[in-house]
T-cell receptor, first 119, second 113 residues
Framework: KAGVTQTPRYLIKTRGQQVTLSCSPI?????VSWYQQTPGQGLQFLFE???????NKGNFPGRFSGRQFSNSRSEMNVSTLELGDSALYLC??????????????????FGPGTRLTVL | SQELEQSPQSLIVQEGKNLTINCTSS?????LYWYKQKYGEGLIFLMM?????EEKSHEKITAKLDEKKQQSSLHITASQPSHAGIYLC?????????????FGTGTRLQVTL
């Protein structure tokens, strides 16, 4: 079974631009979660999508948005890029919803990440 | 403040030595994951613990979730260079109104020959 794939692997943008990152989950997985990883803040949860609906959201500004398609592939968009948005963006897929409004939790499989550099 | 504290932040051990990494939460943990990450790459799932007192092992790595479900430890026996990397604990923490997924800051492990 192919793993989680993310494209592109590396990206360089300038402040004010916008960027779209893509994540293809493991076949059959319906949950896709996005994370931002920086040296200062560590790994932080952005949002989770399940069956094309955003189910959970972390504490990030509205510039960060996402969507999920009917084939479970997901995209993440960051508008009006800031220098602080430079990070490794990771997506993870799971066969079930990670946080079903409670304490359900399932193994997540991570992609290799997209390294975004904002100049 | 970080909700999941990992210690130590970094560790250098000689090949063949044992080591332990700790992950502590101020709130009850509902499921605790351990992942390993090579620098700049994705996370590799190691194991998941859900029940207080649960202990799991895979090859030379053993993880345990304490009875009160607020701390987990990851123990590596007879470390090898292949164990080098960043170890992250992740957990779903109940904030009272919802659950929040959070990760520790990571422990960077170096194994010297």
């Amino acid at each position: 079974k192919a793993g989680v794939t993310q494209t592109p692997r590396y990206l360089i943008k300038t402040r004010g631009q916008q960027v779209t990152l893509s994540c293809s989950p493991i076949s059959g997985h319906r949950s896709v979660s996005w994370y931002q990883q920086t040296p200062g803040q560590g790994l932080q949860f952005l949002f989770e999508y399940f069956s094309e609906t955003q189910r959970n959201k972390g504490n990030f500004p509205g510039r960060f948005s996402g969507r999920q398609f009917s084939n479970s592939r997901s995209e993440m968009n960051v508008s009006t890029l800031e220098l602080g948005d430079s990070a490794l963006y990771l997506c993870a897929s799971s066969s079930k919803l990670g946080l079903a409004g409670g304490i359900s939790y399932n193994e997540q499989f991570f992609g290799p990440g997209t390294r975004l550099t904002v100049l | 403040s970080q909700e999941l504290e990992q210690s130590p932040q970094s560790l250098i051990v000689q090949e063949g030595k044992n080591l332990t990494i700790n992950c502590t939460s101020s709130k009850t943990l509902y499921g605790l994951y351990w992942y390993k990450q090579k620098y700049g790459e994705g996370l590799i799932f190691l194991m998941m613990l859900q029940k207080g007192g649960e202990e799991k092992s895979h090859e030379k790595i053993t993880a345990k979730l304490d009875e009160k479900k607020q701390q987990s430890s990851l123990h590596i026996t007879a470390s090898q260079p292949s164990h080098a990397g960043i170890y992250l604990c992740g957990a779903a923490i109940n904030t009272g109104t919802a659950s929040k997924l959070t990760f520790g800051t990571g422990t960077r492990l170096q194994v010297t020959l």
